[in-house]
T-cell receptor
Framework: DAGVIQSPRHEVTEMGQEVTLRCKPISGHDYLFWYRQTMMRGLELLIYFNNNVPIDDSGMPEDRFSAKMPNASFSTLKIQPSEPRDSAVYFC?????????????FGEGSWLTVV | AQKVTQAQTEISVVEKEDVTLDCVYETRDTTYYLFWYKQPPSGELVFLIRRNSFDEQNEISGRYSWNFQKSTSSFNFTITASQVVDSAVYFCALSGPQSGGYQKVTFGTGTKLQVIP
């Protein structure tokens, strides 16, 4: 089975520009997560969806960040406008809904640099 | 609140040495899950193991072994006869109802392991 697929793998953009990160979860997985990894803060959960519905967005840093999941096989994380402090690796992950303690499977990450 | 502590920031070992990565966790949940993930230099996060709080049996998978001690809230990871390919950052993680649901996984800060040839 294909894993979690993210695009782009690398993005360099100028401050103020809009950034859109894309994710295709593993087929059949009901939960989708967006994480951010930085040296300072480690791995942070930004938002997660269950059956395409956002469940918890308490980790989204500010209004510049938004995430959508229009269908079971696609999600986007958008930053508008981007700032240099948004530079990080953004991971998408998914897990099936089979009760508690399911393993979360991560994509390869989108490496974002905002200059 | 739930917390995962990986006190070792960086460890260097010479190839073929054994190495143990420590993980200590805090939770008020009686049912919870513990995980280890590996992040090699290429950057992806690779799942290694999941353990639930009711299963204290140690597990061995090839050169990898995990020691779960509920009494000390620890879930340590040992690599036997380390190899250069083991060089990576290793994350311990925890999930349980207290964190807001089993889907919300709390990660430690990671231990960077460097295996020197």
């Amino acid at each position: 089975d294909a894993g979690v697929i993210q695009s782009p793998r690398h993005e360099v953009t100028e401050m103020g520009q809009e950034v859109t990160l894309r994710c295709k979860p593993i087929s059949g997985h009901d939960y989708l997560f967006w994480y951010r990894q930085t040296m300072m803060r480690g791995l942070e959960l930004l938002i997660y969806f269950n059956n395409n519905v956002p469940i918890d967005d308490s980790g989204m840093p500010e209004d510049r960040f938004s995430a959508k999941m229009p269908n079971a096989s696609f999600s986007t994380l958008k930053i508008q406008p981007s700032e240099p402090r948004d530079s990080a690796v953004y991971f998408c992950a998914s897990t099936p809904d089979r009760g508690s303690g399911n393993t979360i499977y991560f994509g390869e990450g989108s490496w974002l640099t905002v200059v | 609140a739930q917390k995962v502590t990986q006190a070792q920031t960086e460890i260097s070992v010479v190839e073929k040495e054994d190495v143990t990565l420590d993980c200590v966790y805090e939770t008020r949940d009686t049912t919870y899950y513990l995980f280890w993930y590996k992040q090699p230099p290429s950057g992806e996060l690779v799942f290694l193991i999941r353990r639930n709080s009711f299963d204290e049996q140690n597990e061995i998978s090839g050169r990898y072994s995990w020691n779960f001690q509920k009494s000390t809230s620890s879930f340590n990871f040992t690599i036997t006869a380390s190899q250069v390919v083991d060089s990576a950052v290793y994350f311990c993680a925890l999930s349980g109802p207290q964190s807001g649901g089993y889907q919300k996984v709390t990660f430690g800060t990671g231990t960077k392991l460097q295996v020197i040839p």
